[in-house]
Structures are given as C-alpha cells and as structure tokens.
C-alpha cells in the first residue's frame, strides 16, 4: 500500500498552505461553472407523461408538490429486474432530509422504468421515504435520455434532470448523466444543477434569488424540523 510521506507539522501546514490556493481556485472555477449553467436556455414540456406512485397516477406537473422546481434522480430499475441498481441505491442513501430543499421550492423525486409494484417492496426494503414513481408504459425515460438502445437491446444509466415551472408550464434546464453525479447528494449540490441555484444573494445571474417567492438565503436555513410549508 502507497502511504503518504511523514512530514513535520510545520512542513504539512506549508504543503496544506499551497494547497489552500489550488482548492479556492477550484471553488471560483465552479461558482462560475454553476452561473453559466443557470444561463442556459430552457425548453417547454409538452409532452403528458403519466407516471405513478403512491398516491396513484401523476403528471410532471403533479411531481413539483406546488413547488417550484423539480429534481428528478433517474433510478436504474429496469421492468425486468428483481431489485433496483446498486449505485443508485447507494446514491440514495446519501441524501439528507428534504425539507431544506423544500424550503429553497425545490421537490427532489426517483423516478424508474420498472412498474411501481416492484418498486414499492424494493423502497420499503431500503427504508427510504422521498417520493418514487415509476415511469413504465410512457417514454419518459427514453426522450430524458437515460434508457437508451444499443445493440438492438435497451440500456439503463444514472441521471438527474432539473425542471422549473412557470404556473402550468413545465420547462426542463438541465440534465448530467453518470460521472455527472459524481459529488451530489447533498441540498447545495442539487440546488446548484438548478435554474434558481442556491437563492443567494451572490450568485450570479442576478434576480433570481426570490425570483418565483421561494424563502432565499442560507440565514433562512433551520432545522428540518422549523420549516413552514
């Protein structure tokens, strides 16, 4: 096993130092990555998937909660299969309580192609509580690009889709695949795939902090449990 080299501590503070400089580099480098991505442009859904979960069926529309954005974390569980994928289901285990996003008007929901009586016995088994849907039967999969044919056969692969919603009209923003998710599972994370960001008075471009009357700013963080619906 490769270790790393034994150094004074005055010798790590200085290597931590230098390091320091890279690191905030890094972290300008992606604030202005997040902002470009909040410019992009995006594109009206008109088409009316049906899903269903656990209140029965569902629109897209119906998956916002009354919010005003949407996450969607494309779960690989393919009609045939017995179980859900691994990865994802590790991905899931990382997400944190909802409500913070909730209180940014941001609703974060699963979404599957498998039928929901197999999901419902796989989320119980897992013990997870965030809303999961299942897409079986519309193209929903397909036209987000996550269930694709190769080969003459389809295949399943990891995804997140943002989409905001202006009254009655769904737009979809942004969508990163596989190594995409590499570094979500966390309320900013997900926040900063989206058209509204973080809601902080900061971020760039400007006016969207409040935009669409989501409570904005890390000052309104709470517990999970001090938030008002």
Not at 96 to 105: K, P, S
Not at 157 to 171: A, E, I, K, Q
């Amino acid at each position: 096993m490769s270790l790393p080299e034994i150094a004074s501590r005055e010798e790590w503070r200085k290597a931590r130092q230098e390091l320091l400089v890279r690191e905030k580099a890094v972290t300008r480098a992606r604030d202005a990555l997040h902002a470009e991505r909040r410019r992009l442009p995006m594109v009206e859904v008109d088409t009316e998937y049906v899903f269903e979960g656990g209140d029965g069926k569902a629109t897209l529309l119906d998956l916002f909660a009354d919010r005003d954005q949407l996450v969607v974390h494309h779960f690989m569980f393919a009609p045939e299969w017995d179980a859900g994928c691994r990865s994802c289901s590790a991905f899931l285990d990382q997400i944190g309580h909802l409500a913070h996003l909730h209180a940014r008007g941001t609703s974060l929901a699963a979404v599957s192609r498998a039928p929901y009586t197999k999901i419902l016995p796989f989320k119980a088994r897992m013990g997870w509580t965030l809303p999961w849907y299942s897409s079986y039967g519309s193209d929903f999969n397909h036209d987000f690009e996550v269930t694709l044919e190769r080969a003459g056969e389809l295949v399943e692969r990891p995804g997140v889709s943002c989409f905001l919603r202006v009254r009655d009209r769904v737009f979809h923003t942004y969508s990163t695949y596989e190594r995409g998710l590499d570094g979500l599972g966390s309320t900013t994370s997900f926040l900063d795939l989206t058209a509204l960001g973080r809601q902080e008075e900061w971020e760039e471009p400007k006016g969207r902090a409040s935009v669409f009357g989501a409570p904005a700013g890390s000052e309104r963080i709470r517990y999970h449990d001090e938030y008002e619906e």
